[in-house]
């Protein structure tokens, strides 16, 4: 079955520094996508990024980087310069199948991200 | 602006009664979702529906009932069959059925059963 793990509940990172958050995950399906969002305290969830099980290069959108790492099934999402905003919880999230049929995504338990000045 | 609306935003309901959440989109979505999130729990997907007049249970159904007669709509009721109804949902939506397209959430509804 698939599965999504967060290991870390909590991380502190200083202001302007890098951090990364943890995922690995687990599934049989050789086509698969992984997804990073942010839900700070109002509650809406933000997508930030996305990798397919076949891409051959580490997704990046501006300061977020997704080190995908096939072999270890980790998909570790890496902030970089880190601003105050930052300061929210982040869940993986895997698609399960070939993204046609149901596209449901299961998620993590979620890392709290705390930046401090 | 398009995007994803939920309503109410906080609810409050007495054991034993029925509530339903609202959630419409005008983003052209032709995916829909219900997920619940519990404290220091990942989200769970209740409902998802495809097209207009279908829909499908996710891993935790039970207690809950949707429709989709609109496009842009996909309410969730709570029943009273639900046994731990307290919780924060989510409503969410996707275009297409291609290999990415991430879903796109509302702000969610904060039920609590008093």
Not at chain 1, 51 to 66: F, I, K, M, V, W
Not at chain 1, 93 to 98: I, S, T, V, Y
Not at chain 2, 54 to 67: C, L
Request: some cysteine.
């Amino acid at each position: 079955a698939q599965k999504i793990t967060q290991t870390q509940p909590g991380m502190f990172v200083q202001e302007k520094e890098a951090v990364t958050l943890d995922c690995t995950y687990d599934t049989s399906d050789p086509s698969y996508g992984l997804f990073w969002y942010k839900q700070p305290s109002s509650g809406e969830m933000i997508f930030l990024i996305y990798q397919g099980s076949y891409d051959q290069q580490n997704a990046t959108e501006g300061r977020y980087s997704l080190n995908f790492q096939k072999a270890r099934k980790s998909a570790n999402l890496v902030i970089s310069a880190s601003q105050l905003g930052d300061s929210a919880m982040y869940f993986c999230a895997m698609r399960e199948g070939h993204g046609g049929a149901t596209n449901k995504l299961i998620f993590g338990t979620g890392t709290l991200l705390a930046v401090q000045p | 602006d398009g995007g994803i609306t939920q309503s109410p935003k906080y609810l409050f309901r007495k054991e034993g009664q029925n509530v339903t959440l609202s959630c419409e989109q005008n983003l052209n979505h032709d995916a829909m979702y219900w997920y619940r999130q519990d404290p220091g729990q990942g989200l769970r997907l209740i409902y998802y529906s495809q097209i207009v007049n279908d829909f499908q249970k996710g891993d935790i159904a039970e207690g809950y009932s949707v429709s989709r007669e609109k496009k842009e709509s996909f309410p969730l009721t709570v029943t009273s069959a639900q046994k731990n109804p307290t919780a924060f949902y989510l409503c969410a939506s996707r275009f297409g059925s291609g290999e990415a397209g991430e879903l796109f959430f509302g702000e969610g509804s904060r039920l609590t059963v008093l």
